[in-house]
């Protein structure tokens, strides 16, 4: 395992921060939406707390719902 410079961490107060996903490109057409995480998340080495709201491809969002990482509204 190695060690990777420290991570930065969104605050719940902050605005939507746009997530780059390596692993999901979002397809033509295909836009883009706010979520509010119910639970910690780690995308790419950026660390995300409870509460953080993230801009992130519609298709990474529907499948952090199915997972339960987007908090219910």
């Known amino acids: 395992m190695t060690t990777k410079s420290p991570t930065k961490t969104a605050t719940p107060e902050a605005p939507a921060d746009e997530v780059k996903t390596g692993h999901s490109t979002p397809a033509l057409g295909a836009g883009m939406e706010t979520i509010t995480l119910s639970h910690h998340l780690n995308i790419e080495g950026t660390s995300y707390l409870p509460g953080a709201k993230i801009r992130v491809p519609?298709?990474?969002?529907?499948r952090l719902r199915r997972q339960g990482y987007v908090a219910r509204t």
Do not use: H, K, P, V
Not at 58 to 62: I, Q, T, V
């Open 58 to 62: 519609s298709d990474y969002a529907r």
